[in-house]
């Protein structure tokens, strides 16, 4: 399979990650909350809801994001953290369960990378 059927493939498909699952399931906004949301986490930078919210205008109102959020709690794919730094903010972190199941996506990912 070539990494076009691959891609192809994997949005297709029902994926029996749950976590990916429910962000895909959302369109755009719900993959890119996921992909921002891990890419933070791994980048060690601080996400606040309303940045979320900011990165995702041209794809989902501030209500429908918010409401997406809350659904990523209730869930368990995403956590609220206190912000050490100041105690005001409320910051966005993948769970356990969205990690793991990144890194087994991540790793099927890679290895369907053929050069062309």
């Not at 990916?20 to 719900?30: E, H, L, Q, T, V």
């Not at 996921?34 to 996400?47: D, M, R």
């Amino acid at each position: 399979m070539n990494f076009a059927e691959f891609l192809i493939n994997d949005f297709k498909g029902d994926s029996k990650l749950k976590s990916i699952k429910f962000f895909r399931s959302n369109g755009a906004y719900g993959y890119i909350t996921w992909l921002t949301v891990i890419s933070s986490y791994l980048n060690k930078t601080e996400l606040t809801s309303e940045k979320l919210v900011i990165t995702l205008e041209p794809y989902a109102s501030r209500r429908t994001v918010l409401d997406f959020l809350n659904k990523s709690f209730k869930n368990g794919f995403l956590e609220k953290k206190n912000s050490s730094n100041d105690k005001r903010k409320t910051l966005l972190e993948p769970s356990k369960i969205t990690l793991v199941e990144f890194n087994e996506w991540s790793l099927e990912f890679i290895s369907n990378l053929r050069p062309l």
